[in-house]
């Protein structure tokens, strides 16, 4: 079982940069791949970025390509999601999650475990 927190979420202006973090409970974290996701009002939740279990492998939606970066460190069982040139659309509830797999997924339906979310809001 892996429970995961996010936490970093906040209100930025259109141009910041926000971190959010993702840290889990478990000693399997550093086998498993991991990813985030997010949901705006009235659209169904959508995949952002991913990572495998060893970092060695990253995708990104074509959304944020170039502006977001996701990591992860295994000693501190703890990944992140670095947003960079933020936009009002980039605006939703984060969620990381995490699956049983050593190698990631942009396929939410193929996560085990999930956050609870945090709330990402972009002024212009």
């Known amino acids: 079982q892996v429970q995961l927190v996010e936490s970093g979420g906040g209100l930025v202006q259109v141009g910041g940069s926000l971190r959010l973090s993702c840290s889990a409970s478990?000693?399997?974290?550093?086998?498993?791949?991991m990813g985030w996701f997010r949901q705006a009002p009235g659209k169904e939740r959508e995949f952002v970025a991913a990572?495998?279990?060893?970092?060695?492998?990253?995708y990104y939606a074509d959304s944020v390509k170039g502006r977001f970066t996701i990591s992860r460190d295994n000693a501190k069982n703890t990944g992140y999601l670095q947003m960079n040139s933020l936009k009002p659309e980039d605006t939703a509830v984060y969620y990381c999650?995490?699956?049983?797999?050593?190698?990631?997924?942009?396929?939410?339906?193929?996560?085990?475990?999930w956050g609870q979310g945090t709330q990402v809001t972009v002024s212009s």
């Open positions: 478990g000693r399997t974290f550093s086998t498993y791949a």
């Open positions: 999650a995490s699956r049983s797999r050593v190698t990631t997924s942009t396929d939410e339906n193929l996560y085990d475990y």
């Open positions: 990572i495998d279990a060893s970092s060695s492998w990253r």
